[in-house]
């Protein structure tokens, strides 16, 4: 396993797009988050009274930032078998379980270190940007502390999220082997269930389909506010993200033993 993780680890290093892929996350991430922060604070409403939880708020840049998750993680699989570079990795270390969790770890480290700077960059962003326009503790719109339950859930659930992203990203690209399609395949299961979801007139039908999105249920550990209201808990909706990326890595590592290189 330790020659595995060292040559994945030598891969990924060495290639160029994993800098810029780990710069464009804590980018974006932070980017779109504090332009959803601008926006918001102009919103017009009594003291208290505005929908918003501040601190989902605050990392709602994590909508954009998992593209890049999701790009990156399928091109350390699907790039290997675009370059024929699976066969010299083969060759080397025949054992394919062990090269499979070797990539995954080094591909998730790289995911969870580039999205911590993420969530504190925007978590910084929005305590400043929402505050100077009106969210204070005066207004109805208390900051938590930074060691409260709440925080800690927001900011290491929205880590632990694109982290579990990256895996299930990972196991569609290994089952098939293709990069446009691992990705749409992975965007779509992302985007089209909450799309649906929006479309359906019966409301206990909607709640049925967000329960099972893996976006909506995995981004629910943000909520702070109105848990109630949820379609899912925060951590049973991390845990269904949990069981979706499982399930994607089990079925890309029995394909992967099974199929020829």
Same mark, same amino acid.
């Given at each position: 396993m330790r020659r595995s993780l060292h040559a994945e680890w030598t891969k990924l290093r060495t290639?160029? #797009?994993?800098?810029?892929?780990?710069?464009? /996350?804590?980018?974006?991430?932070?980017?779109?988050?504090?332009? #959803?922060?601008?926006?918001?604070?102009?919103a017009n409403c009594p003291p208290g009274q505005c929908p918003q939880d501040t601190m989902a708020l605050s990392l709602s840049g994590v909508y954009v =930032?998992?593209?890049?998750?999701?790009?990156?993680?399928v091109l350390a699989m699907s790039g290997e078998y675009g370059s024929r570079m699976i066969?010299?990795? /083969?060759?080397?270390?025949?054992?394919?379980?062990?090269?499979?969790?070797?990539?995954?770890l080094v591909v998730t480290a790289t995911i969870l270190a580039a999205d911590e700077l993420g969530v504190l960059g925007s978590m910084a962003a929005?305590?400043?940007i929402l505050s100077g326009n009106g969210?204070?503790?005066?207004? =109805?719109?208390?900051?938590?502390?930074?060691?409260?339950?709440?925080? /800690?859930?927001?900011?290491?659930?929205?880590v632990v999220y694109c982290g579990l992203l990256a895996l299930l990203a990972l196991g569609v690209a290994t089952a098939v082997r293709d990069t446009a399609i691992a990705i749409a395949a992975v965007l779509a299961l992302l985007y089209v269930l909450p799309i649906v979801a929006a479309t359906v007139p019966?409301?206990?039908?909607r709640e049925t389909i967000q329960r099972f999105s893996p976006m909506t249920a =995995? /981004?629910?550990?943000?909520? #702070?506010?109105?848990?109630?209201?949820?379609?899912?808990r925060p951590?049973? =909706?991390?845990?269904?993200l949990a069981v979706y990326a499982g399930a994607a890595m089990l079925l890309g590592a029995i394909l992967f033993k099974l199929r020829d290189a």
């Open positions: 290639v160029s #797009t994993t800098a810029w892929s780990a710069l464009a /996350l804590v980018m974006l991430t932070v980017a779109s988050s504090a332009a #959803t922060d601008s926006v918001t604070s102009t =930032g998992q593209n890049v998750v999701v790009i990156f993680a066969q010299t990795t /083969l060759a080397a270390m025949p054992r394919r379980g062990a090269v499979l969790v070797a990539k995954a929005g305590r400043w969210f204070t503790a005066a207004a =109805g719109y208390p900051w938590p502390s930074p060691l409260a339950e709440s925080t /800690l859930r927001t900011a290491l659930g929205t019966s409301a206990e039908l =995995g /981004l629910a550990i943000q909520a #702070t506010r109105n848990l109630d209201d949820l379609p899912i951590w049973a =909706g991390l845990s269904l």
